[in-house]
Nanobody, 129 residues
Framework: QVQLVESGGGSVQAGGPLRLPCAASGSNERLSCMGWFRQAPGKEREGVAHIYTGAGSTFYTDSVKGRFTISRDNVKNTLSLQMNSLKPEDTAMYYC??????????????????????WGQGTQVTVSS
């Protein structure tokens, strides 16, 4: 089993930055890809940013391209999401997730929550205008 713990959430003014770290611990099993999802009240969980842990290639949903950056430190076993130019519509609970198997199928696979095996408890991000 792998445990994922997010931190770094909080309240920020529109236009400001926020960084979300996610620490992985537990089993040493290889995680093929990791990602960040978010869920706003009354909405479905949405894939935001994803990374293949081996190749380092990334995928972003259109609404965050150019503003968010996902990164992975394989030595420290951490995942991070740097969020810049935040908007009120970015307000949501943000979740870190990891998958054992992750084929190179692009965004249609990466953004599906069902394809991930491990989840963190979430961290709230609130952006005020």
């Amino acid at each position: 089993q792998v445990q994922l713990v997010e931190s770094g959430g909080g309240s920020v003014q529109a236009g400001g930055p926020l960084r979300l770290p996610c620490a992985a611990s537990g089993s040493n099993e290889r995680l093929s890809c990791m990602g960040w999802f978010r869920q706003a009240p009354g909405k479905e969980r949405e894939g935001v940013a994803h990374i293949y842990t081996g190749a380092g290639s990334t995928f972003y949903t259109d609404s965050v391209k150019g503003r968010f950056t996902i990164s992975r430190d394989n030595v420290k076993n951490t995942l991070s999401l740097q969020m810049n130019s935040l908007k009120p519509e970015d307000t949501a609970m943000y979740y870190c997730a990891a998958a054992r198997i992750c084929p190179y199928s692009g965004g249609s696979y990466l953004t599906r929550p069902d394809n991930y095996n491990y989840w963190g408890q979430g961290t709230q991000v609130t952006v005020s205008s």
